[in-house]
C-alpha cells in the first residue's frame, strides 16, 4: 500500500514560517487529492489544505492566504508551505491522499509556533 511520510515540523516563532513535505512511496499522480490536515490537542482534526489531482487547491478559511498547498508529481511529494505563522497553527500535521474510498494518512508531523 501507500505510504506517506511527512517532515519539516518543528519549532518557529509566530511570523514565521515553515514548509512540510510529503513524501509517498509511489506516484501521486493517480490519487483524486491530497491534502494536509492538522490536529491540536482537544481539537478534532480539520482540513487545512487540499490540491486535486489536477492541481485545483482549497483551503480553510484560517489559513487562507498564508498556506500554499503544492505538489511535485515527479518527486512524489505534495508541500505545504506555511507562512506568517500563529500559535494557533500548533498542531500534529497530517498528510493524507485519496482514491475514491481509500484514504492514505502519514504519520504526522509536529508545529509548534510560540514565541
Known amino acids: 500500500q501507500v505510504q506517506l511520510v511527512e517532515s519539516g515540523g518543528g519549532l518557529v516563532q509566530p511570523g514565521g514560517s515553515l514548509r512540510l513535505s510529503c513524501a509517498a512511496s509511489?506516484?501521486?499522480?493517480?490519487?483524486?487529492?491530497m491534502g494536509w490536515y492538522r490536529q491540536a490537542p482537544g481539537k478534532e482534526r480539520e482540513l487545512v489544505a487540499g490540491?486535486?489531482?489536477?492541481?485545483?487547491?482549497n483551503y480553510a478559511d484560517s489559513v487562507k492566504g498564508r498556506f500554499t498547498i503544492s505538489k511535485d508529481n515527479a518527486k512524489n511529494t505534495v508541500y505545504l508551505q506555511m507562512n506568517s505563522l500563529k500559535p494557533e497553527d500548533s498542531a500534529v500535521y497530517y498528510c493524507?491522499?485519496?482514491?475514491?474510498?481509500?484514504?492514505?494518512w502519514g504519520q504526522g508531523t509536529q508545529v509548534t509556533v510560540s514565541s
Open positions: 493524507n491522499a485519496n482514491f475514491f474510498s481509500k484514504n492514505y
Open positions: 509511489g506516484s501521486i499522480f493517480g490519487f483524486n487529492a
Open positions: 490540491i486535486t489531482r489536477g492541481g485545483s487547491t
